[in-house]
């Protein structure tokens, strides 16, 4: 089984990680960032068009 990561910045406080796409919400979800509490859209947090197209691939 091939393991799945995306990369996730925060627009706010510039916080980056990752992220297994199948632990995170839909793309048009509220997700909020851990660290500074910024509440947006999950597809707002992600690093690339190609992030974004895995996570939407998983949902």
Do not use: I, Y
């Not at 510039?14 to 992220?19: L, V």
């Not at 999950?42 to 895995?54: G, H, V």
Request: overall charge neutral.
């Amino acid at each position: 089984m091939v393991e799945a990561f995306v990369r996730l910045l925060c627009p706010e406080c510039k916080k980056d990680w990752q992220a297994e796409p199948t632990s995170l919400p839909d793309h048009r979800q509220n997700f909020t960032c851990s660290s500074c509490g910024a509440t947006r859209r999950l597809a707002e947090f992600m690093r690339t068009e190609r992030d974004l197209s895995t996570v939407k691939q998983f949902e």
